[in-house]
């Protein structure tokens, strides 16, 4: 199953995002390297690892190559926090 519940091959509709907002989030972030692409677009890849290649994460591709035991352990991580404020960057 993937981050969106519809699991391989899902046909489900990926949840829009206010991507302003996840730019901001971004450039505020010490771990994050903000890179302009074409058409006003932007990437972000994590500092110190961004020639590696395998870091960029499309929002909106289906593909999901992250493990599922991955998402288990951030499901965990994220319902063990007592504030949403811990879960901000």
């Known amino acids: 199953e993937d981050l969106y519940?519809?699991?391989q091959g899902s046909t489900e509709q990926l949840p829009d995002i206010d991507v302003g907002h996840l730019q901001h989030v971004c450039e505020e972030s010490p771990i994050l390297c903000i890179k302009a692409e074409e058409g006003g677009d932007w990437s972000a890849v994590i500092v110190n690892r961004a020639s590696a290649g395998e870091e960029f994460v499309d929002i909106y591709s289906p593909?999901?190559?992250?493990p599922v035991r991955l998402w288990?352990?951030?499901q965990a991580y994220f319902g063990s926090l007592s504030d949403e404020r811990e879960m901000f960057l």
């Open 5 to 7: 519940g519809g699991g």
């Open 63 to 66: 593909e999901d190559p992250y």
């Open 72 to 74: 288990e352990a951030s």
